[in-house]
């Protein structure tokens, strides 16, 4: 593996992350933060892997992830206050990956409720599972996958996919990229956990260009909804004016910008 852990973990700030486990291949990195030993020491531990060989996005999608091309990790968060706002864990993940990729001078944006994109790619995704006993959630997974040193896709993905390479026109520094995600991240999760939810969700729409926009939400069921993005509430579901003039929030779904409203 071409990061120096040791270095990130000497790079750290904020003093959230505790510690960054690496392995050289997983399943996938969310699993084993889930199944890793849940005392009080797993807080802001780092699970990052050179390889995913069942890499998983949202739906059960499958996430391509070669060895040593991106960067595939999971955080773990234990200490969380209000199980509520659970979804905004995505929303400051997406937060300090877009942060750091414009630091790149990449013009990027998030796309409710979990991905980033580049001029309609994807080039980033994010994940977030819980483990509980009962009614109590135990920990919090928020994974991570960033497409950095592809060269291509495969045919099934190459038109919506993009890497960091592509973008930039050379090989991105893997260790440098990790870092400052993770500092980002202790920043936007200081927020998160002083309860500062309005904040949060207020940096993620400056950063979403559907706010406004004409869009389809196509839900798990198959079902599709029209209408248009007016806000996105303080635990981040979408709020949406439907085609009838009803107002409705969406916790998830497969957003797309409505065609029609697209044509002249």
């Not at 802001?44 to 499958?62: C, F, M, N, P, S």
């Not at 060895?67 to 990790?73: E, R």
């Not at 994940?127 to 592809?150: C, E, H, R």
């Amino acid at each position: 593996m071409d990061i120096d852990i040791d270095k990130v973990k000497g790079d750290l700030q904020n003093n959230f992350i505790t510690d960054i486990i690496y392995f050289d291949s997983v399943a996938s990195t969310n699993q084993t933060a889930l199944n890793f030993d849940s005392n009080s020491r797993s807080n802001g531990i780092v699970i990052i892997a050179d390889e995913q060989t069942k890499g998983r996005g949202r739906l059960d999608r499958k996430w391509f992830s070669p060895k040593g091309k991106g960067l595939w990790f999971s955080i773990i968060i234990s200490s969380f206050k209000d199980i509520e706002y659970i979804n905004l864990l995505t929303f400051i993940a997406g937060l300090a990956v877009n942060k750091t990729f414009k630091s790149m001078k990449i013009d990027t944006d998030l796309k409710w409720p979990n991905d980033i994109m580049y001029k309609n790619k994807k080039i980033c995704g994010i994940l977030a599972q819980f483990k509980s006993t009962g009614n109590k959630v135990k920990k919090v997974v928020v994974g991570i996958g960033i497409n950095v040193n592809q060269d291509s896709f495969p045919v099934d993905l190459k038109k919506f996919s993009i890497s960091l390479k592509n973008i930039k026109g050379n090989k991105v520094d893997r260790a440098k990229l990790l870092t400052e995600i993770l500092n980002n991240f202790s920043i936007y999760f200081k927020l998160f956990n002083n309860k500062e939810y309005k904040k949060v969700t207020g940096m993620w729409k400056k950063e979403m260009k559907l706010l406004n926009k004409n869009v389809v939400i196509k839900k798990s069921n198959g079902n599709r909804i029209n209408g248009t993005v007016i806000d996105i509430t303080d635990k981040g579901e979408l709020v949406l004016k439907k085609e009838d003039g009803s107002i409705k929030t969406y916790i998830a779904g497969d957003i797309s910008i409505d065609k029609k409203s697209l044509m002249v």
